[in-house]
């Protein structure tokens, strides 16, 4: 079986813990190592909007013959408020009707909140159920396996992301993985739906929490933003080639 992974640095894996080649392991080489043996590729590279996934990755997922490849692609074009979400939904329902008549597509819903509250995340959060809503119907409509992420309530913990709150951590990464495989009929239990204890609320450390977040991540992202520069550039896939995973 070939399995292939497009996207951004959601399917890259970023912010889990590193390969000894120093790129960083993701759901997606968790799925992997769980299918062994498989032939894998992972063309994902973070900061890529559709168009960019549309054009370097989808083609070479097809060349390399593709059994199953997830199609996590559109978040980053989300996240941004010039985006026309119409067109964006159109480009999206035929990019999966073509990766569908090449083998089976694995389409992912978005997590539309990491544990946030106020205006921004209010807007994102309904730029995103409805970007979902349309991974939904599109993924009814060319018989893709459906990863509703959305609906696994207790991603929306802010302890299963890395400080960014963009990134998911290694424990988010691992249930990400199992809702993956969950999604293709493997038995992977129920631990990876179920939320952490409570954790006690302090108002004080959540303000000092978001300055910190507003310093070291808000601000950086709007001035690569307003200079045009993407975490992406320069950047090459981890696996651009199948390499055999297990066996």
């Not at 074009?77 to 035929?94: C, E, H, N």
């Amino acid at each position: 079986m070939r399995l292939v992974a497009v996207g951004d640095s959601f399917t890259e894996g970023l912010c889990d813990q590193q390969r000894p080649d120093g790129e960083y392991l993701g759901w997606a080489d968790r799925v992997a190592a769980s299918l062994a043996p498989v032939e894998y590729a992972n063309l994902a590279v973070r900061g890529k909007l559709f168009d960019q996934i549309l054009t370097d990755q989808v083609p070479a997922a097809k060349a390399l013959g593709f059994d199953i490849v997830t199609f996590h692609a559109g978040g980053n074009d989300v996240l941004r408020r010039g985006t026309d979400l119409d067109d964006l939904f159109a480009r999206y329902d035929a990019a999966v009707a073509d990766l569908s008549e090449h083998g089976q597509v694995l389409a992912f819903t978005c997590l539309t909140r990491a544990g946030g509250s106020g205006r921004l995340a209010d807007l994102l959060a309904e730029r995103f159920g409805a970007f979902n809503a349309n991974v939904r119907e599109v993924a009814d409509r060319h018989g893709a396996v459906l990863v509703d992420l959305e609906h696994i309530e207790a991603l929306s913990d802010r302890r299963f992301w890395f400080s960014d709150r963009l990134h998911l951590n290694p424990e988010g990464h691992k249930r990400v993985a199992a809702a993956v495989l969950d999604a293709m009929g493997q038995d992977t239990g129920t631990w990876w739906r179920q939320p952490l204890p409570p954790r006690s609320r302090n108002r004080v450390r959540d303000l000092a929490d978001d300055l910190v977040w507003v310093q070291s991540h808000f601000v950086p992202w709007l001035w690569r933003r307003a200079r045009g520069i993407s975490s992406g550039d320069g950047r090459v896939a981890k696996d651009a080639h199948l390499r055999t995973v297990g066996g």
